[in-house]
């Protein structure tokens, strides 16, 4: 009972210096966290449950090798060559603050349309949303769609209401959280992996063509990527490369898998660098893991961008900042990002690509 009178007398102090409109935020804000934290593996343990149970009945029934099923979400249409075979493949998935296959800030786009100019040989792969196991976008759920919908158009509106955004941000943040755990991470990372595969197919890739992949993660796309490699690099059966830009990874088993890794980082990206502490088997005295013994033989580089930050202004993505040569940050991110991936297509081209 005190307990219970001590919290009621904190609730109305609360009332009278900040109104009830703020409490009625926070309180959403607590219960969507708690909600969420909750939910996240759940949900994931359903749709792998779900899925086994569709797997069994298929067998059963249908013929031994189905149709691959198209994303659950619609993308916006991506113009491509028919006329031209690409000789490569980029799949590109976004940070935390995306809601769905179909959305990317205006940021993210010219940055996504410059590499599309910039990698004539390349097709690229943008409709994938990072923090589903079946693609599905935060406003297309049947049961909360409607509500992450409303949080996506406060995020977009009145600068009172945009704070609830970071509903959104640390939803995503979970799922991120979930790709890195051992428990519950080969399921995600497998939905997301088969997500990216079939997406692959739809486009024209054909395994074991031998021609190249690069999986391109923003913030806490660059784990899910990471996670995902595990599952795709056998399915392609060709060469895969591993792109993290400000992302936070983990000491994954894809590690010993992908052929090559790469982490760009600004050295004011706070965010990034936290996956040098969170993850243990990342710590310099760790020399025996995966990440260090792939960082010593070269296969994971790190390379940094200069003074940028992980979002906003004078990030990855801004063409208003310039480096001390005049070039805006963001030509300069499309520049070593295309040189990296440039180099790995042409290394691993092989005769059948060629022909």
């Known amino acids: 009972m005190t307990l219970f009178v001590y919290t009621l007398q904190l609730m109305i102090n609360f009332i009278q210096i900040f109104g009830l409109e703020l409490l009625f935020l926070v309180s959403l804000m607590i219960f969507v966290v708690l909600l969420a934290g909750l939910m996240v593996?759940?949900?994931?343990?359903?749709?792998?449950?779900?899925?086994?149970?569709?797997?069994?009945?298929?067998?059963?029934?249908?013929?031994?090798?189905?149709?691959?099923?198209?994303?659950?979400?619609h993308a916006r249409p991506q113009p491509s060559d028919t006329a031209t075979k690409p000789e490569h493949f980029l799949v590109y998935l976004s940070g935390i603050g995306d809601v769905s296959g179909e959305y990317l800030g205006d940021l993210e786009w010219d940055f996504v349309n410059r590499l599309k100019e910039a990698l004539p040989h390349t097709h690229v792969i943008h409709n994938i949303f990072a923090f589903s196991v079946n693609?599905?976008?935060?406003?297309?759920?049947?049961?909360?769609?409607?509500?992450?919908?409303?949080?996506?158009?406060?995020?977009?509106?009145?600068?009172?209401?945009?704070?609830?955004?970071?509903?959104?941000?640390?939803?995503?943040?979970?799922h991120v959280a979930v790709s890195a755990d051992q428990r519950y991470g080969p399921v995600f990372n497998y939905g997301t992996a088969s997500t990216i595969m079939q997406s692959l197919l739809e486009a024209g890739y054909q395994p074991g063509d031998g021609r190249p992949v690069t999986l391109y993660g923003y913030s806490g796309g660059g784990q899910v990527v990471l996670g995902s490699a595990q599952y795709l690099k056998p399915a392609i059966q060709a060469p895969l490369q591993v792109i993290s830009m400000g992302g936070v990874m983990s000491d994954s088993y894809s590690i010993a898998l992908a052929d090559q890794i790469i982490h760009l980082e600004g050295d004011l990206d706070s965010v990034q660098r936290l996956g040098d502490y969170l993850f243990p088997r990342r710590w310099p005295i760790a020399r025996n893991s995966r990440w260090n013994k792939a960082v010593a033989s070269g296969k994971l580089r790190r390379f940094s961008t200069g003074p940028m930050t992980h979002?906003?202004?004078?990030?990855?993505?801004?063409?208003?900042?310039?480096?001390?040569?005049?070039?805006?940050?963001?030509?300069?991110?499309?520049?070593?990002?295309?040189?990296?991936?440039?180099?790995?297509?042409?290394?691993?081209?092989?005769?059948?690509?060629?022909?």
Not at 42 to 55: C, F, K, N, P, R
Not at 325 to 353: C, K, M, N, W
């Open 41 to 73: 593996p759940l949900s994931i343990l359903g749709w792998w449950a779900g899925g086994a149970e569709s797997a069994r009945i298929r067998e059963e029934h249908l013929a031994p090798q189905p149709k691959p099923a198209r994303p659950s979400v």
């Open 311 to 355: 979002s906003g202004s004078a990030s990855y993505f801004d063409d208003q900042s310039f480096l001390p040569d005049g070039q805006s940050y963001l030509d300069y991110t499309i520049e070593l990002a295309t040189t990296l991936i440039e180099e790995f297509r042409v290394g691993s081209r092989s005769p059948s690509v060629e022909q």
């Open 135 to 174: 693609n599905v976008g935060l406003t297309e759920e049947s049961r909360f769609g409607r509500f992450w919908d409303s949080i996506q158009q406060a995020r977009a509106g009145s600068t009172r209401m945009r704070s609830l955004g970071g509903l959104i941000n640390f939803r995503n943040l979970l």
